[in-house]
């Protein structure tokens, strides 16, 4: 039988590589016209090591009468099998953001960058 599930996941990590190629920034930087065209981070909430949430859904607003910058929920929001972080590796200058999905059922490590994603 088909696992619809893995189906998802597998859509949303190629979703998340598709928008790592155009970049991995934080969500103050998101506008209405860049929202859903690269990968946004809570950079509010850093979790230690672990690092940032990666928005998921969003209200973005920029008029000036009616400014909205909201986060309304993160991509492994009530979840219990993966969790996904932006990490930012401080001792390489040169190395963008990146995103990493743990699976919890197990030790595997996912990574999305650049426009791909592969096991780490």
Not at 42 to 58: L, M, N, P, Q, T
Not at 82 to 107: Q, T
Request: aromatic share 14%.
């Amino acid at each position: 039988m088909i696992n619809i599930e893995t189906i998802k996941f597998v859509n949303m990590l190629n979703e998340l590589a598709e928008l790592s190629n155009k970049g991995i920034e934080p969500f103050e930087n998101a506008t209405e016209d860049t929202y859903r065209t690269k990968v946004f981070y809570d950079s509010r909430h850093f979790e230690s090591e672990e690092g940032y949430k990666v928005v998921w859904d969003a209200c973005l607003c920029d008029d000036t009468d009616c400014y909205h910058h909201d986060i309304i929920s993160y991509y492994d929001s009530n979840n219990l099998e993966y969790k996904i972080r932006v990490k930012i590796d401080e001792d390489d200058e040169e190395a963008g953001p990146y995103i990493c999905v743990e699976l919890l059922l197990s030790e595997e490590i996912i990574v999305v960058e650049n426009g791909r994603w592969y096991f780490a």
